[in-house]
């Protein structure tokens, strides 16, 4: 092998190397949507970029180390709408809106820990656990709302959404925070290590003496609290919650994970990789709507974009085998 190839080679194989194709596409992306339009490049463009992606990297956040671990959450979204509805309600009925959202994120624990419980304890199938959980926790948020928008205004709560720190939107600091935190945690510490161990070979780890069940447990809890967090998020940034909100967006939500280099089988991937991924579509999304491409085309090309991705992962992948 020549040295050329040698260290292209390594540069695609090597520990960091998803991650430094993503950047490396994030920023011909961002050079290309420069060029073509003039409102693209501008402080308001990217902050509104930010803004809208927050919501959602916050869920893509939070399931990456589920997915690594070997399992799934389609309900994330379900449970967003459902958040945003509870915080609403409760408001309307007099609670103290810290205290409605934070009945919000106890929902969310809920419907995690049953997520968890039925995909480890009663081994059913997470994917149809998820949808299960996702049909009832959306028919919920229809029930107790007739289908309607109800409305959410309150300075201190809709700051969340709406609030700049420096003129960097709020929405976007916490869900920086959140990708900090998550990255420290499945890197620096002992569970960190067995979320890969469990997702690689959980056999193995449950003959070597890991908790399996319980990490597992503890990642569809953190998901889908993420998914409250995320409505309640989207609630305050649109002043009002919908209960299906959330939904049109897991799709995309999935997308990240799968393009940030997670993969599906578990034991690898990157919270990192999902960020970028999540600014890719998001980024995508925006700048084919400033150059007018209609909404039919624009779900193409994340298709495209998506098939790309992944194929440059099997590529990685093969030459790691080699």
């Not at 958040?83 to 810290?98: E, F, H």
């Not at 002992?190 to 959980?202: C, I, L, M, Q, S």
């Amino acid at each position: 092998m020549s040295t050329q190839r040698r260290k292209i080679t390594q540069l695609l194989t090597g520990p960091a190397s998803g991650v430094l194709i993503l950047l490396a596409f994030y920023i011909a992306l961002l050079v290309l949507f420069t060029f073509i339009s003039p409102f693209f490049m501008t402080t308001r463009n990217l902050t509104s970029i930010a803004s809208n992606v927050a919501f959602i990297g916050l869920m893509a956040a939070a399931g990456t180390p589920l997915i690594i671990a070997g399992g799934l959450d389609l309900s994330v979204a379900a449970v967003a709408g459902l958040s945003g509805v509870l915080i609403a309600l409760l408001n309307a009925a007099g609670w103290p809106i810290w205290f409605a959202v934070a009945a919000a994120i106890g929902m969310g624990a809920c419907v995690g820990l049953a997520n968890g419980f039925l995909a480890t304890r009663l081994k059913l199938n997470p994917l149809i656990v998820t949808l299960a959980t996702m049909s009832i926790v959306g028919g919920v948020a229809l029930i107790l709302t007739g289908g309607l928008t109800k409305p959410v205004m309150q300075p201190s709560f809709n700051w969340i959404g709406q609030g700049r720190v420096f003129g960097v939107p709020a929405p976007a600091l916490l869900m920086l925070s959140v990708y900090i935190g998550l990255a420290l945690l499945i890197r620096m510490t002992h569970f960190g290590r067995y979320v890969y161990a469990v997702g690689g070979n959980p056999e193995a780890s449950r003959l070597i003496g890991l908790p399996v069940n319980r990490v597992q447990v503890v990642l569809y809890v953190i998901s889908a609290m993420s998914g409250a967090v995320a409505g309640a998020m989207l609630a305050a940034m649109l002043g009002a919650a919908a209960p299906a909100a959330a939904s049109p967006h897991l799709l995309t939500v999935i997308a990240a994970i799968i393009l940030g280099g997670t993969s599906l089988a578990g034991g690898r991937g990157s919270v990192w990789g999902t960020l970028l991924a999540v600014l890719i579509l998001g980024t995508l999304n925006n700048g084919l709507t400033l150059n007018n491409v209609s909404s039919f085309w624009q779900d193409v090309t994340r298709g495209v974009v998506l098939i790309l991705a992944v194929g440059v992962d099997q590529l990685r992948i093969h030459l790691q085998a080699r």
